[in-house]
């Protein structure tokens, strides 16, 4: 199945804000100029007044995700209307997104309803959002500050991953699950990371990333099935398994590869979750997640297909 028939399903979804900037990152890294560009001037149309991109409603975070897309834009078309959704989106994370005591950006914004938690909640997913995207604005310390940060208060000791998210407001976990999802996407936040470190000649700083996050794979990794997927929560075998982790975590591998900093080794390990996915995409180009259909899988799909294609 190729990697076009993936993206024209892709485009025909609905999209959370989340999704919408992985998809535009999926669409910029494939080299579909014409499409990234698109989706980064909606992401831009639909900003809120406070700069936050993608129609973010409550979300404070999320909305960065759509960020790399939009500077990517004005990187390739130079025009001021890009910059300027960049610029509001940077102003917002750095002078007004809410946030703890030692700067990480919590996951909704206080107009949100209250339910059983307060707003200010710290999701693992997030890796993925503001970190990656403030590492791209040469926001390198802030980025990698703010990373360590998530992993400081979601970290589960026994088994070096991340819980699903935690209330600050009032010092109870929202979710104590290890998320496949959730751990995948802050593994590709640290991939993406690594790169704008090694862009900006912070060899160091690479460096040291580059061990952390491969430490971090290698958690996930045990908890890998037969069939390169994971479980929808890593240690709990009753739940679904999750193609889209098992392809973000396969595209990982493939780009450490890549970049130098994983083990050829690591490449069969890679391999398992794209043959299952292939199995799974049908007529449409739809890939049949057992968890979930998303905008995510398919995007996942298309950033593994790239990676493991140059290599």
Same mark, same amino acid.
């Given at each position: 199945?190729?990697?076009?028939?993936?993206?024209?399903?892709?485009? #025909?979804?609905?999209?959370?804000?989340?999704?919408?900037?992985?998809?535009?990152?999926?669409?910029?890294?494939?080299?579909?100029?014409?499409?990234?560009?698109?989706?980064?001037?909606? &992401?831009?149309?639909?900003a809120?007044?406070?700069?936050?991109?993608?129609?973010?409603?409550?979300?404070?975070?999320?909305?960065?995700?759509?960020?790399?897309?939009?500077?990517?834009?004005?990187?390739?078309?130079?025009?001021?209307?890009?910059?300027?959704?960049?610029?509001?989106?940077?102003?917002?994370?750095?002078?007004?997104?809410?946030?703890?005591?030692?700067?990480?950006?919590?996951?909704?914004?206080?107009?949100?309803?209250?339910?059983?938690?307060?707003?200010?909640?710290?999701?693992?997913?997030?890796?993925?959002?503001?970190?990656?995207?403030?590492?791209?604005?040469?926001?390198?310390?802030?980025?990698? *500050?703010?990373?360590?940060?998530?992993?400081?208060?979601?970290?589960?000791?026994?088994?070096?991953?991340?819980?699903?998210?935690?209330?600050?407001?009032?010092?109870t976990?929202?979710?104590?699950?290890?998320?496949?999802?959730?751990?995948?996407?802050?593994?590709?936040?640290?991939?993406?990371?690594?790169?704008?470190?090694?862009?900006?000649?912070?060899?160091?700083?690479? *460096?040291?990333?580059?061990?952390?996050?491969?430490?971090?794979?290698?958690?996930?990794l045990?908890?890998?099935?037969?069939?390169?997927?994971?479980? #929808?929560?890593?240690?709990n075998?009753?739940?679904?398994?999750?193609t889209?982790?098992?392809l973000?975590?396969?595209?990982v591998?493939?780009?450490?590869?890549?970049?130098?900093?994983?083990?050829?080794?690591?490449?069969?390990?890679?391999?398992?979750?794209?043959?299952?996915?292939?199995?799974?995409?049908?007529?449409?180009?739809?890939?049949?997640?057992?968890?979930?259909?998303? &905008?995510?899988?398919?995007? &996942?799909?298309?950033?593994?297909?790239?990676?493991?294609?140059?290599?």
């Amino acid at each position: 199945m190729s990697r076009e028939k993936v993206i024209s399903a892709m485009l #025909g979804m609905s999209l959370t804000c989340l999704e919408r900037g992985m998809v535009a990152q999926s669409l910029y890294e494939a080299g579909e100029t014409e499409r990234f560009v698109a989706y980064a001037y909606t &992401a831009v149309a639909d900003a809120c007044a406070d700069g936050r991109l993608a129609n973010a409603g409550f979300l404070v975070s999320e909305p960065a995700a759509s960020g790399c897309a939009v500077w990517r834009a004005y990187e390739h078309t130079k025009d001021d209307y890009f910059r300027q959704g960049v610029d509001n989106m940077m102003a917002y994370l750095m002078m007004y997104a809410p946030r703890t005591t030692d700067g990480v950006i919590f996951h909704y914004s206080p107009d949100r309803p209250v339910d059983c938690f307060t707003h200010k909640q710290i999701w693992a997913q997030d890796c993925y959002s503001s970190p990656p995207f403030l590492a791209l604005m040469n926001e390198l310390t802030e980025a990698t *500050k703010m990373f360590a940060g998530f992993y400081n208060i979601l970290v589960d000791e026994s088994t070096g991953l991340l819980f699903e998210g935690y209330d600050m407001g009032s010092n109870t976990f929202v979710s104590r699950r290890l998320s496949a999802k959730g751990n995948a996407l802050a593994l590709l936040g640290a991939a993406e990371i690594i790169n704008e470190a090694a862009v900006q000649n912070e060899i160091e700083v690479a *460096k040291d990333l580059s061990v952390a996050a491969t430490e971090f794979l290698n958690n996930i990794l045990k908890f890998q099935r037969d069939d390169g997927l994971f479980h #929808g929560v890593l240690n709990n075998k009753k739940t679904k398994p999750d193609t889209a982790a098992g392809l973000i975590v396969s595209s990982v591998i493939h780009r450490g590869i890549y970049e130098g900093w994983l083990d050829e080794n690591l490449k069969e390990r890679a391999d398992r979750a794209t043959k299952t996915a292939q199995t799974q995409i049908n007529e449409y180009g739809f890939i049949q997640d057992k968890n979930a259909i998303t &905008a995510i899988t398919q995007s &996942a799909y298309v950033i593994n297909d790239v990676w493991e294609n140059r290599n």
